[in-house]
Structure formats: C-alpha cells, structure tokens
C-alpha cells in the first residue's frame, strides 16, 4: 500500500507561483510513475504533469499542453517526493489538485493522494 500526501496549495495572484509537494511511502518509489492531476468545479480530471522511470537514473517528463513552458515536475528519490513547480499562474489553473502513483506494469494510476486546493485570482 502507497500513501500519498500533497501540500504546498492556496492562493495566488495571476503571474505568481506555487509549489506542490507530494510525500509518498514506499520502498519501490523510485520506479514509480508520478503524476499530477486537476481538476475544476464541472470539469473533468485531467492529467497536468507526469514522470515516468526510464531506466537507472533516467526519468522523462510529459506535460499537458496547458502547462508547458509554465510548470515543471521533478522528484527526489532519496526523499520519495514529488514536485510541481508552477509559474506564471493564470485563473484557469484554479483546481484541486492530485498527486497519484502508477506501479511499474500497471496501465492506470495505482494511488491517489487526498488532494490540494490551488486557487488563482485574477
């Protein structure tokens, strides 16, 4: 069993950053697939920013087109955390957001965290 938990939320003025963090257990971390999910009132979950274990040290990262350019994902093994850089906050980055943890040979996202609410005023 994985457990995540995210922080790092609030509110933001449009332009500004935040960083999300998302601690996980587990002695397998390091393989994982991480992931950051949103979701807005009425919308449906969408997938910002994952990372993805390649082989050894070698870790590749995938963005939405939404956030590229504003938003990177990185990730500290040693710490079994995740991260969300954002920057350049816009209103419509306002969600709740996920962190979730994919095992190696599983094709959906294993474990959720409880979420963290970003919100961006105009």
């Known amino acids: 069993q994985v457990q995540l938990v995210e922080s790092g939320g609030g509110l933001v003025q449009a332009g500004g950053s935040l960083r999300l963090s998302c601690a996980a257990s587990g002695r397998t971390f390091s393989s994982y697939t991480m992931g950051w999910f949103r979701q807005a009132p009425g919308k449906e979950r969408e997938l910002v920013a994952a990372i993805r274990w390649s082989s050894g040290s070698i870790y590749y990262a995938d963005y939405a087109d939404s956030v590229k350019g504003r938003f990177t994902i990185s990730r500290d093994n040693a710490k079994n955390t995740v991260y969300l850089q954002m920057n350049s906050l816009k209103p419509e980055d306002t969600a709740v957001y996920y962190c979730?943890?994919?095992?190696?040979?599983?094709?959906?996202?294993?474990?959720w965290g409880q979420g963290t609410q970003v919100t961006v005023s105009s």
């Open positions: 979730a943890a994919q095992r190696v040979g599983q094709r959906k996202y294993d474990y």
